[in-house]
């Protein structure tokens, strides 16, 4: 009975994983309703889409099909490692949760639901700051309230008002409050959206990111020699995202001519990648390489690689996301990260092992390089940018303290002793 329940599971861990119905199947190759069928427990799974779908939710595929008492004992590991000045004896897990699986289920349940609020709480400072969509609606809102005030006060005046400005007035009050409802309402259902939907992407770099994403952020096209200026953009529905895109292909074009897929593919012959000595067997900028390793198909590297690119005043340019990295897409991120220590070096190749504190303290390989952008003419100040290549850590090693420590955010970070702490965290004990 305990493998019908598999599907279950996998919800349960794509929710704390905060991915979205639609995400996950296309990680995976399916369709999002298929998913939904195994979601449910109306599908059987195994093989290799069970294997696919541990992997993209950071998993053992054993997770999902041993049963309750197996994910207890997950649970409540990974409740270990996220707790701030605890040590738990890990080695009496199993019997813990064999002896009082009550309590293991509350410590758990308990954990899913701080890890969900954690979540919920850095979408929604992140939104809220810095989403265009809701600080237009808000201001939609706002406005009208204000104009139906003006016109109610005016009305309100013991003076005798005109019989037509009268009229006109209850007009514009009205035409107003009809503004308002349908603004409230669009409001309401911007806030009020449900996970299967599909993403509101109100950015031309979020739309770009997510052509990219459908893609798998590869083109075979372009590396066959197709021109990047004649590339179909397809989905990408504005000017400023077409602009966006092809100024980004026009970069991948460069990187592939740079690199050729298939000279890349034997110089790595599926083992841990070199950066450095890429950019020397290759003849080209470190910059050049770690966008390439970002940008070939997945079977080229053994583990999952991000990448993000910013300007020198930290604000993201690129985003490829990889499971349990988590950068602000809009607002200030934390500053401890390779990719913003970088610009404080230009062309000083910076590599480091972080572990990324908050939800599941994922560890990752970073390598990062800072360089100045082309000028145009002789005493024109560099424009300086910065690529970061991130390599998830499939095996930690358990000793925190020799590897650099970093958060997404301020707002969000755990961490209290912290140099470069520039507000108190909401999460905090203390605030």
């Known amino acids: 009975m305990r493998d019908t329940l598999t599907g279950s599971r996998i919800r349960e861990r794509r929710q704390i994983s905060g991915l979205r119905q639609a995400e996950l199947a296309r990680r995976v190759g399916i369709s999002a ?18 294997v696919d779908i541990a992997s993209s939710l950071s998993v053992e595929p054993s997770l999902l099909t041993q049963g309750i008492e197996a994910t207890l004992i997950a649970a409540l590991r990974e409740a270990a490692a996220d707790a701030v000045g605890q040590t738990a004896e890990l080695d009496a897990l199993d019997e813990f949760a064999g002896r009082f699986p009550g309590w293991a289920g509350v410590l758990s349940q308990m954990h899913r639901r701080v890890v969900s609020l954690e979540r919920t709480v850095e979408t929604l400072s992140d939104r809220l700051t810095h989403d265009p969509h809701l600080a ?6 706002l406005s009208t309230a204000a104009a139906i005030r003006s016109t109610a006060a005016i009305l309100a005046e013991p003076e005798e008002i005109d019989a ?26 911007y806030l009020d959206e449900s996970e299967d939907e599909p993403d509101r992407r109100g950015m031309p770099l979020e739309e770009v990111e997510a052509f990219f994403a459908e893609r798998e952020y590869h083109f075979p096209e372009i590396e066959e020699g197709a021109e990047a200026d004649s590339f179909p953009l397809d989905g990408l529905d504005t000017s400023a995202a077409k602009s966006v895109a092809q100024s980004l292909l026009a970069t991948y074009a460069a990187d592939a001519r740079a690199i050729p897929l298939e000279r890349l593919r034997e110089e790595l012959g599926g083992a841990e990648p070199d950066p450095m000595g890429l950019a020397a067997r290759f003849s080209v900028d470190l910059a050049i390489v770690l ?16 990448l993000a690119i910013c300007d020198a005043s930290g604000s993201i340019l690129f985003y490829k996301p990889v499971p349990g990295f988590a950068l602000p897409r809009h607002g200030v991120g934390c500053p401890l990260w390779p990719l913003f220590t970088a610009l404080n070096r230009p062309l000083v190749p910076v590599r480091k092992r972080i572990v990324q504190l908050g939800r599941t303290a994922a560890e990752f390989d970073c390598y990062a390089i800072a ?61």
């Open 164 to 189: 037509e400005w009268r009229d006109r007035f209850h007009r514009n009050i009205h035409q107003d409050a009809e503004r308002l409802a349908e603004s409230s309402k669009a409001l309401v259902a």
């Open 33 to 50: 309703s298929y998913l939904n069928l195994i979601e449910h427990n109306r599908r059987r799974i195994g093989g290799k889409l069970l």
């Open 291 to 306: 966008r390439r390793l970002a940008f070939v198909p997945k079977s080229f590297l053994p583990r999952a690689a991000g």
């Open 136 to 141: 237009a609606s808000m201001h939609e809102v």
């Open 371 to 431: 360089w100045p952008q082309p000028v145009q003419s002789f005493d024109q100040d560099p424009v300086y940018h910065s690529a970061m290549l991130v390599l998830s850590v499939e095996d930690p090693s358990p000793d925190v303290d020799a590897k650099a420590q970093v958060g997404a955010s301020c707002r969000i970070c755990p961490r209290n002793a912290c140099e470069s702490r520039r507000e108190p965290s909401i999460l905090s004990e203390v605030f």
